[in-house]
């Protein structure tokens, strides 16, 4: 970290003495060009490279997966969901930042919701006969 949380509050305080939302949100709780990131940087990076990637392949999965046997406004939703994701990865990439956590957990909540909606979209067309089953996603 780049100080300590204590010197972040003393700073983030404004002439009235309340805390200044930038700061907060802007606060680097993880700074991959830090010298105690050396040691361990390449892992990291890697890591969020591959893993924006794997979000960003899940994209025509659930296109294939969905597209025909749910709302298609639901489903252009969850790709969006899934490229953002992604790209939050990337930036992930050069620092972590509170507004980059709690963007990452919205995403994260719209993804499980979204996921919920195909679902019942789906289940209520095969009650009614309108569609047939979706692909299995093991396939």
Known sequence: MSGSL??????AKNNRGFVDIYYFLDYK???????????YNWIY???????????????????????????????????????LFGMSDFIEFYSTSVFLILFKLSILIALVVGHKAILKSINNATKQGDAPEPDSPAR
């Open 45 to 83: 990076k890697q890591f969020n490279i591959i893993e924006g990637i794997v979000w960003i392949l899940y994209i025509p999965k659930t296109i294939k997966n969905y597209w025909n046997h749910s709302d298609k406004s639901i489903v252009i939703g969850q790709c969006v969901s899934f490229l």
């Open 6 to 11: 204590n010197n972040y509050s003393n700073i």
């Open 29 to 39: 709780l993880l700074d991959t060009t830090a010298e105690y990131m050396q040691s």
